[in-house]
């Protein structure tokens, strides 16, 4: 937050220069040199008189007097549906894709065999709402509160940023490997080293490979939003999502198998030990940033807290799979998780900013404060309003394309029969739904404790997009099995 030394001169008050504060950053903006009167702020009036609250002059934002400001860009709903659209349909084809590539990597030797993979597919793909998403929320909010304005300042963030994300990614990919041998044990009641092995090393080593890959892409959308004049929130998180799910899919079946030719253990044994020993190099590097030192020691408890979530929808994948009649499950899984996890990124993103621009951490709008209920995410004519009615109308045309394409490669176990594709939408409806409103909830509660929710936010709404999609739609091909809905082939 801006802060300004206020000194009285004769009848006016003015301000020096201030002194930026945004989560512990502390930086002094000075006034290029001349005549510094040119660069002071005259307040001739209380900021009562002038209709500003506490909030807005903190901010100084809203102060109409000074000549150091950064207001928020205005965006109509039809220019933010614009943007949003074709980073929302790559994003969507890039989930298809990873649908269409799980459909047939599932027949592999090494997912037939070790079933545990399915439980690692929703943690590693949940990475890029853990990591992936989370970083371009973070640079998004930093474009447009202009951290990144000066070419030093934006390349420390970058490279901050880039390496607590290996350090993260690495450990989180083992600790999902441990969850899916555990949960893959408990109602097995079987336990075997060979397998576990495999696991955590194909888990480190995809995560650490896609991770570095996804991080460079969007250090290249960020700065060339930036560039161009786009609004990065709402592009930056969609296209992170785009290509995420397929290069980590592809990664994961690729390495898995590879290790799963190898009859000799220590090989992947030696694949995760190396991938691991690079940690303390990456922890390093980050921690000579202080944009990422802070989130190196405390920024764990989303990341793993998301993993957890996403690992119990892999149990609920893995168990869903191994049912001969629910088999087509797996095709359609990705897209309404990815889908899903898109659009509530965007939303998080955009509300985030939005408290960054006209809040001190701890405060929060007057419309945000009381009881919550669900018509405060969709009615009203806000920003965030007007962004939340955006994202929710794009869920079904969205889904019907995408569906439609998946029928067009023929891929997949069903027919688009009328009730299929209701029961299908209805699920994907339901989950934005549902993930809309906790993101409402859950950002400005993690702002009014003095949080920030594009480092804490993101992860837990993934992960829970992960949870809700792959339970609605388990529940929905469930359903349709049961009332015999033969024309949809379903499992066949």
Not at 313 to 331: E, H, M, Q
Not at 356 to 371: K, L, V, Y
Not at 409 to 425: A, E, N, Q, R
Request: proline residues 6%.
């Amino acid at each position: 937050m801006l802060t300004y030394p206020f000194t009285h001169q004769g009848q006016f008050i003015i301000a020096n220069p201030p002194e930026l504060h945004l989560f512990g950053w502390w930086e002094e903006i000075r006034a290029p040199r001349g005549n510094p009167d040119k660069h002071r702020v005259d307040i001739q009036t209380p900021h009562t008189e002038l209709g500003l609250n506490p909030c807005s002059l903190t901010l100084s934002r809203h102060c109409k007097h000074s000549t150091i400001t950064r207001r928020m860009p205005k965006e109509s709903p039809l220019a933010m549906a614009l943007q949003i659209l074709l980073p929302f349909l790559l994003a969507g084809f890039g989930t298809v894709s990873a649908g269409m590539v799980l459909d047939v990597v599932q027949h592999w030797e090494a997912f037939q065999n070790i079933t545990e993979i399915f439980i690692l597919v929703p943690a590693l793909l949940g990475l890029k709402g853990n990591l992936e998403m989370t970083l371009a929320s973070r640079l998004s909010t930093a474009v447009n509160v202009g951290k990144m304005d000066s070419p030093i300042e934006k390349w420390n963030l970058i490279i901050g940023n880039l390496a607590l994300k290996q350090v993260q990614a690495t450990v989180v990919g083992f600790l999902a490997a441990l969850a899916a041998v555990v949960l893959g044990w408990i109602p097995e009641g079987k336990f075997q080293l060979s397998h576990a092995i495999l696991l955590c090393s194909s888990s480190v080593a995809t995560a650490f490979i896609a991770s570095l890959l996804q991080g460079i892409i969007m250090v290249g959308v960020i700065v060339g939003s930036k560039k161009t004049g786009i609004n990065p929130d709402n592009v930056a998180t969609p296209i992170a999502a785009s290509f995420g799910d397929l290069i980590t899919l592809a990664i994961l079946a690729f390495i898995s198998q590879g290790l799963y030719n190898y009859s000799h253990p220590y090989v992947a044994a030696v694949v995760c030990v190396f991938f691991l020993a690079l940690t303390p190099v990456w922890i390093v590097i980050s921690s000579k940033h202080p944009a990422s030192r802070t989130l190196l020691y405390s920024g764990w408890e989303p990341v793993i807290t998301a993993m957890v979530i996403s690992s119990v929808g892999g149990l609920i994948l893995d168990k869903t799979v191994s049912d001969p009649n629910l088999a087509g499950i797996v095709v359609y899984t990705p897209v309404i998780n990815g889908i899903g996890g898109n659009l509530v990124a965007i939303q998080s993103s955009r509300i985030s900013t939005h408290l960054h621009f006209h809040c001190a951490p701890g405060e929060i709008p007057e419309e945000a404060q009381g009881c919550y209920y669900p018509c405060r995410t969709f009615c009203g004519s806000g920003a965030n309003h007007r962004s939340a009615q955006v994202l929710l109308l794009l869920v079904i045309p969205g889904h019907l394309i995408f569906l439609y394409t998946i029928h067009l490669m023929k891929s997949g176990h069903t027919t688009l029969t009328p009730i299929f594709m209701s029961v299908y939408l209805a699920a994907a409806l339901l989950q934005v739904v549902t993930l809309l409103c906790i993101a409402d909830c859950m950002v400005h509660s993690i702002w009014r404790n003095g949080k920030d929710p594009d480092s804490f936010s993101i992860p837990y709404l993934t992960a829970l997009g992960d949870f809700l999609g792959t339970a609605l739609l388990a529940l929905g091909f469930h359903f349709l099995w049961v009332i015999g809905d033969q024309d949809s082939d379903v499992g066949d």
